[in-house]
């Protein structure tokens, strides 16, 4: 049997197959997790409900979504906080403690810190820059 198949000429390399890593109902949830946050993202982030909203508990689906999206379910959370908090600062004259506010920042200081971590300037040095 196994020389017929080394003899056919449609052979292909199993390695280079594309293959699902997940199965569609736990990248669902994962993406389920996405919207959610989306949506709640000036809120303090709550891991039980979280993981109730996706009908998971909490180690599986933080381990889950770290493998899925590379990165941790609070630092995905930061990054949208992150770019809601660029888009006010460009588009608003709202001062920098108001947008960290509205954004769920629960700190001005941890605020400035994870805006400079994430883009590389200060929320104060970005709002100088715009016309």
């Known amino acids: 049997m196994a020389l017929l198949m080394a003899l056919q000429n449609d052979r292909r390399n199993l390695a280079l197959t594309p293959q699902p ?3 569609t109902e736990k990248t669902g949830r994962v993406e389920k997790v996405c919207v959610y946050l989306k949506n ?3 809120e303090p982030l709550d891991y039980k409900r979280l993981a109730r909203h996706v009908n998971m508990e909490q180690a599986p689906l933080c381990r889950l979504f770290k493998r899925t999206m590379g990165s941790t379910i609070t630092e995905y959370l930061i990054e ?6 660029e888009r006010l600062l460009i588009e608003t004259e709202q001062s920098i403690l108001e947008v960290s506010l509205r954004t769920g ?15 590389g300037l200060p929320p104060h040095t970005l709002r100088n820059r715009i016309p």
């Open 40 to 42: 709640h993202f000036a």
């Open 105 to 119: 920042f629960e700190s001005y200081s941890n605020f400035v810190w994870q805006f400079r971590r994430f883009r």
């Open 21 to 23: 890593r997940y199965r």
């Open 80 to 85: 949208l906080r992150v770019t809601e908090a």
